[in-house]
Nanobody, 115 residues
Framework: QVQLVESGGGLVQAGGSLRLSCAASGIIFSPKSMAWYRQAPGKQRELVATATTGGSTNYADSVKGRFTISRDNAKNTVDLQMNSLEPGDTGVYYC?????????WGQGTQVTVSS
């Protein structure tokens, strides 16, 4: 059974940094893509950043230049380094993996940025 477990959320002041990590288990080969999404209170879940097995990355415009996604294909992990955090970055962050044409999700980790 595929499982994704996130860690690293917390409370930080505006301008600060956090690093989120996600580890995938129950898989045989590296997922085609891994991504981070977030959901703010009262809003829909939105894509933050993606990374493919081949090393391609993509970011939401709102986080470009501040967030960096990185993968370790050997360990099946994906991290999200978040710098210059803003109150608008507050939300629950979810790890997502596309594996054998199915999407899998983690339970989410809370990130709160105070002004």
């Amino acid at each position: 059974q595929v499982q994704l477990v996130e860690s690293g959320g917390g409370l930080v002041q505006a301008g600060g940094s956090l690093r989120l990590s996600c580890a995938a288990s129950g898989i045989i080969f590296s997922p085609k893509s891994m991504a981070w999404y977030r959901q703010a209170p009262g809003k829909q879940r939105e894509l933050v950043a993606t990374a493919t097995t081949g090393g391609s990355t993509n970011y939401a415009d709102s986080v470009k230049g501040r967030f960096t996604i990185s993968r370790d294909n050997a360990k099946n992990t994906v991290d999200l380094q978040m710098n210059s955090l803003e109150p608008g970055d507050t939300g629950v962050y979810y790890c997502q993996a596309n594996y054998r044409s199915r999407d899998y999700w983690g339970q989410g980790t809370q990130v709160t940025v105070s002004s």
